[in-house]
């Protein structure tokens, strides 16, 4: 019965009227309710397996490349190797669809245009309000908006075209993540000099992962040695976000100022490009109307004017970057960066004229990126199983169902962010009867400890290590806090960052509200970090506990969290100060063991991602 209704409904390559009438349906149904529908019309290709097929069915090869147009003979075809999908996506509401779909090898500038035409047309007659156009920043895809009227190479300034068809303007948007991607890689492969003569070095960057390496903690970042040597993951948006954020800046910054390092002399040029490309990155990928970090915020009536003064800044920030002495907005790395300032200008723009129509009170910028469409590729390939790199009817099928009946959930795999986590649920076991080890601390294997407190005395952290323990000391206290009902306690563990400052990365670090732990914390987490590092093997049975045993030994309990003095109400082994003194602890211990778990399990070498993108781009 379900195939005998989804044969009614064409879904071979061209434009779906179908999709037409039901995004007609939708927005006359909204003006129903005094709402106007806005929407912007991203498109990118996905790459598909070479193969033929011979449909039983429609008694016809397929694989070939089609635009849906009826053909009389299919002899001396050129195999199809890639399909390319126009998406329309609602700017003011939570839907989106795919429009059109064509099978195609490759397609010039021109050809892309007159497809965008003929899509703009049918809009028109659907009485669908496009107001922008989103794509990657492929040639073929700038000659395109170049052939419709828009300007990108040599443009600092808003660029649209006219559209005769619809009667208004029709913005155009590089991809952020894709432009992030760009500015990352002109970063890695050339140094830049910014409008003091400073140097932007991607060197910096390396030697801060050096310096996390050997020092054993990262400085309250994400990057490791993938994301400075990401040649074989150069698609993964992830790795170039992180390196170029605000935490690698904070992290410069305190090698250079506050630990006074010498390989990182000048290195605040390149905290302040980190610093700038990460707030673009922000503007260009608002999701929430409310974000405590303004630069996460939508654009609104009461932020625009702000908004377009930082813009005005980032853009003249650009101009004055150079390579080789060129400005940089005029060398072959220029695309990233023309694309970020094209963006955000058009974003603003366009967000001021609809908010003047009275329909729109704020605009999130990331319903104007090609995430929906990365999402809509990454559900086609899943519905394949293992099979990852459909043919042109395994395409076809996946698409159908996708748009009619089939809702499937966006694989953790998928080129961006997923809305929905896909988890596997595990069956329910009883700790009760599990069976527990207690560690006695008169064991013999504790003697492996006995030496402890002399190898400690002669590992002295350094102040790099310094500034990660009391970054990190924080994360302990916010996560034992609310395990605690005794609020002297809870006083304790924590201080007040703005009387005592006790880290200098957490100052540079907090944008909202960090946890700052108590100096007491501090040194608590500093001799659990000796005992650690102490260890000839960290693979033993019971390890946690034993070093815990180790640590309350060595400790001066007594000199500890005396700011209160309710403990010695309390029996001697079971007071909330050695309660707290072991939560500490454990916390800690659970940390850094999992820092030293992911230390173990990264790869020296990853070639995963890029021998399966060099399968899928064979097209076989």
């Given amino acids: 019965m379900l195939r005998t209704w989804l044969q009614t409904v064409n879904y071979e ?33 996905m790459s598909i397996r070479r193969h033929v097929s011979w449909n039983k069915s429609k008694e016809k090869f397929e694989g070939f490349v089609d635009f849906g147009r009826p053909t009389d003979c299919q002899d001396n075809e050129e195999q199809a190797s890639n399909a390319l999908v126009f998406m329309l996506v609602c700017i003011n509401g939570y839907f989106k669809i795919p429009v059109a779909y064509y099978l195609i090898n490759s397609l010039s500038g021109d050809q892309k245009s007159s497809l965008i035409l003929e899509i703009l047309d049918e809009c028109c007659v659907h009485e669908i309000d496009v107001r922008n156009i989103t794509f990657d920043g492929a040639l073929s895809n700038i000659n395109m908006v170049e052939k419709l009227g828009a300007s990108i190479y040599g443009n600092t300034s808003i660029s649209y075209f006219h559209s005769s068809i619809l009667e208004r303007r029709i913005y155009v ?57 990401p040649f074989n993951e150069k698609m993964k948006v992830c790795l170039a976000a992180q390196v170029l954020s605000r935490s690698v800046a904070a992290a410069l910054e305190t090698c250079e100022f506050d630990l006074e390092l010498d390989q990182f002399e000048n290195a605040s040029a390149t905290a302040r490009f980190c610093r700038i490309i990460d707030d673009c990155f922000d503007l260009l990928n608002s999701r929430n109307q409310f974000n405590k970090c ?42 990233g960066f023309l694309g970020l300032i094209i963006s955000m200008k058009n974003a603003l723009q366009m967000a001021e004229e609809m908010f003047a129509e009275g329909h729109l009170d704020f605009l999130l ?36 169902k996708l748009i009619s009946h089939v809702s499937i959930k966006v694989p953790l795999t998928a080129n961006c962010t997923p809305k929905d986590d896909t ?38 952290l350094s102040m790099y290590i310094d500034e990660v323990i009391a970054y990190v000391s924080g994360a302990v206290v916010k996560s034992i806090k609310n395990k605690i009902k005794c609020s002297a306690c809870i006083d304790d563990l924590t201080a007040n960052a703005k009387e005592h400052p006790l880290s200098s990365l957490q100052v540079r670090k907090t944008y909202g509200a960090l946890t700052s732990a108590s100096q007491d914390v501090i040194f608590i987490c500093q001799t659990a970090e000796k005992i650690l590092k102490a260890q000839n093997s960290l693979v033993q049975p019971r390890i946690v506990d034993k070093m815990i045993i180790t640590a309350i030994k060595m400790l001066p309990v007594n000199a500890l969290f005396t700011k209160n003095e309710h403990v010695f109400d309390q029996a001697p082994l079971f007071d909330h100060r050695n309660q707290l003194i072991r939560m500490v602890l454990k916390q800690y211990y659970l940390i850094r063991l999992h820092h030293e778990a992911a230390k173990i399990s990264e790869f020296k070498s990853r070639v995963r991602t890029k021998l399966q993108r060099i399968i899928v781009f064979s097209n076989q």
């Fill in 13 to 45: 390559p061209g434009i779906s009227r179908e999709s037409f009438q039901t995004v007609e349906d939708f927005s006359k149904n909204a003006l129903v309710n005094g709402k106007k529908l806005y929407f912007n019309l991203c498109l990118d290709e």
């Fill in 173 to 229: 948007s590089l991809d952020a993540c894709h432009m992030l991607k760009l500015v990352r890689n002109a970063l890695l492969s050339r140094d830049i000099i910014d409008g003091e003569g400073k140097i932007i070095s991607w060197d910096y960057i390396r030697k801060l992962v050096d310096l996390q390496d050997k020092e054993g903690l990262h400085l309250a970042t994400k990057i490791k040695r993938r994301h400075v040597e």
């Fill in 294 to 335: 303004p630069s996460k915020s939508s654009i609104s009536t009461q932020n625009i004017k702000e908004m377009k003064m930082k813009v005005q800044i980032y853009t003249r920030y650009f101009e004055n970057l150079q390579i080789d002495g060129r400005s940089i907005l005029k060398t072959k790395k220029r695309t």
């Fill in 365 to 400: 910028t990331y319903k104007l990126s090609q995430d929906h469409l990365e999402m809509f590729f990454a559900c086609i390939r899943k519905t394949g199983g293992f099979n990852n790199n459909p043919t042109a009817m395994q395409f076809k099928s996946a698409y159908r």
């Fill in 423 to 460: 988890i596997i649920l595990m069956n329910k076991t009883d700790k009760d009867d599990q069976n527990c080890d207690v560690v006695n601390e008169n064991e013999e294997s504790s003697k492996d400890f006995a030496d402890a407190s002399i190898l400690c005395d002669m590992l002295p």
